[in-house]
């Protein structure tokens, strides 16, 4: 009785040891935060960031993780440089007063064991909304150059930004814009 009884909690140890959540740190070079939205109802533009930052908290059999990504707003790339400052001027994006964009996730929900969706607060200019993120891929595998785990995953919303108090030349330009995050991050393990 005593051997079953040991054997029981070495294997909930063992199962408990599995189920540890993993952190995954993002892949600025691979991590392509973007936005669109309706240009004069002629055409629907899409721009991005070139820097973000973060970290992924996975636990699959547990049904649980988080997402932190900081976006650098000075990093907004159109194209043009001219636009580009436009974009980061008081009017939208304020990077003199508000560097950097955050979205950080307090629910993931799974279908078996895949995420489907985050829900957080996006911070954008000072101002802070909750948002569900639907996720719309994911996959994780070791990855195959950096041999450590990695994980990947595209995420999108839609916002109104006159919320965020970058309502400018709405409606002529589409007040909605859909933010999608596109990330990679692998697994850091301790050295």
């Given at each position: 009785?005593?051997?079953?009884?040991?054997?029981?909690?070495?294997?909930?140890?063992?199962?408990?040891?599995?189920?540890?959540?993993?952190?995954?740190?993002?892949?600025?070079?691979?991590?392509?935060?973007?936005?669109?939205?309706?240009?004069?109802?002629?055409?629907?533009?899409?721009?991005?960031?070139?820097?973000?930052?973060g970290?992924?908290?996975?636990?699959?059999?547990?049904?649980?993780?988080?997402?932190?990504?900081?976006?650098?707003?000075?990093?907004?790339?159109?194209?043009?440089?001219v636009?580009?400052?436009?974009?980061?001027?008081?009017?939208?994006?304020?990077?003199?007063?508000?560097?950097?964009?955050t979205?950080?996730?307090?629910?993931?929900?799974?279908?078996?064991?895949?995420?489907?969706?985050?829900?957080?607060?996006?911070?954008?200019?000072?101002?802070?909304?909750?948002?569900?993120?639907?996720?719309?891929?994911?996959?994780?595998?070791?990855?195959?150059?950096?041999?450590?785990?990695?994980?990947?995953?595209?995420?999108?919303?839609?916002?109104?930004?006159?919320?965020?108090?970058?309502?400018?030349?709405?409606?002529?330009?589409?007040?909605?814009?859909?933010?999608?995050?596109?990330?990679?991050?692998?697994?850091?393990?301790?050295?």
């Amino acid at each position: 009785m005593k051997r079953l009884a040991l054997f029981a909690a070495l294997a909930a140890v063992s199962v408990a040891a599995q189920a540890a959540p993993v952190t995954y740190t993002i892949d600025n070079s691979h991590t392509y935060p973007h936005f669109s939205y309706n240009h004069l109802g002629f055409s629907n533009q899409t721009h991005k960031f070139d820097k973000s930052s973060g970290t992924v908290v996975l636990d699959r059999e547990g049904g649980a993780g988080s997402v932190v990504v900081t976006i650098d707003a000075t990093s907004v790339n159109t194209g043009h440089a001219v636009f580009n400052e436009h974009l980061q001027a008081a009017d939208f994006f304020d990077t003199a007063n508000h560097p950097t964009i955050t979205f950080k996730s307090n629910k993931m929900a799974f279908r078996g064991d895949q995420p489907v969706s985050l829900v957080g607060d996006l911070t954008i200019k000072g101002v802070t909304r909750p948002v569900t993120l639907t996720i719309t891929h994911f996959k994780c595998q070791p990855h195959p150059m950096l041999k450590v785990d990695a994980c990947g995953a595209n995420a999108t919303t839609q916002v109104k930004r006159s919320e965020f108090n970058m309502g400018k030349n709405v409606p002529f330009v589409s007040d909605e814009v859909t933010l999608t995050l596109a990330i990679e991050a692998v697994n850091q393990p301790a050295q």
